[in-house]
């Protein structure tokens, strides 16, 4: 992991817990509390690797004083915002609130808000951008459904998604996004895509940034797999060219099994 001689290495990995709908604001301080003792213990360079969580909007303020009071490399987002930056959207969360909390990212277009909430990539498009007006990295996130998947459609239909969520940025707000590939069969139902599959679509991905931007700028933003991945998936996922970090939902819950994925490094080769 030492050398450099595709660009991976120059982008820094993230691992990313997405906590959904999970630990109240007392629970979410105790968790990060032990998440934060336990990367400690196990000698968790942050320099290396970064960490971010992204707990329920009612926890981001113990969350703040919790990383700013004991002074925590790990940083925090939200999980989602509105596309507006302030007035009459009852329920709804601008940017700018989260940017005032001390969110370094936000997710932007999870297949859960996309389904559940009818996102459509046009809103998703005024939230990256709204985002960025915030000063917030917004956290893409693009994939197929099982049907897409079976009719071997994925690539395109997954490349729309990042066309018409990207599209209007210019190129140093592309250079900063991070995108996350969540294939929709795999989340939360235990199939992992394969290391191949997170593969083919990442380099999908940063070729369609090269073209829609350019080369250098492709090469810069981050990429992340998200679906089931568990420690035991992680490093192999982790190894692909074009990965630079996982999105985790269900065993971010777990302190031993988020930081073991955090330390991913410590399984390449062994796994
Ligand atoms: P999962 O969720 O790890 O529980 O599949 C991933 C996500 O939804 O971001």
Redesign the pocket.
């Known amino acids: 992991m030492t050398t450099s001689t595709n660009g991976k290495f120059d982008r820094r990995p993230l691992i990313a817990g997405?906590w959904?709908m999970n630990l109240d604001h007392v629970q979410g301080i105790t968790f990060l509390q032990k998440l934060a003792w336990t990367l400690d213990d196990a000698g968790h360079d942050h320099s290396r690797v970064e960490v971010s969580v992204f707990p329920p909007f009612t926890d981001l303020r113990g969350v703040q004083t919790l990383v700013k009071g004991d002074d925590l490399s790990v940083v925090f987002g939200g999980q989602d915002l509105s596309p507006k930056d302030s007035g009459a959207y009852t329920g709804d969360i601008s940017g700018q609130f989260l940017s005032r909390l001390g969110c370094t990212y936000v997710l932007v277009g999870?297949?859960?808000r996309r389904t559940i909430h009818q996102e459509t990539d046009e809103v998703l498009n005024e939230k990256v951008h709204a985002a960025y007006r915030h000063s917030l990295v917004p956290v893409l996130?693009v994939g197929e459904g099982l049907e897409v998947r079976q009719a071997g459609a994925h690539v395109e239909h997954t490349l729309e998604q990042v066309r018409r969520g990207v599209a209007g940025l210019d190129r140093a707000q592309a250079a900063d996004l991070v995108i996350?590939y969540?294939p929709v069969w795999?989340?939360?139902?235990g199939e992992v895509a394969g290391p191949d599959d997170a593969q083919e679509m990442c380099a999908a991905i940063r070729a369609e940034l090269g073209t829609l931007f350019d080369t250098e700028t492709g090469a810069k933003v981050r990429l992340l797999y998200?679906?089931?991945?568990k420690a035991a998936s992680a490093a192999s996922i982790l190894r692909e060219r074009d990965v630079d970090g996982v999105?985790?939902?269900?065993?971010?819950l777990d302190v031993s099994e988020f930081a073991s994925i955090v330390r991913f490094e410590q399984h390449l080769g062994t796994d």
């Not at 795999?186 to 139902?189: D, F, L, Q, S, V």
């Not at 999105?247 to 971010?252: E, F, I, Y």
């Open positions: 997405n959904k999870h297949s859960e996130c996350a969540e795999a989340i939360g139902t998200g679906g089931s991945v999105l985790v939902g269900g065993a971010s």
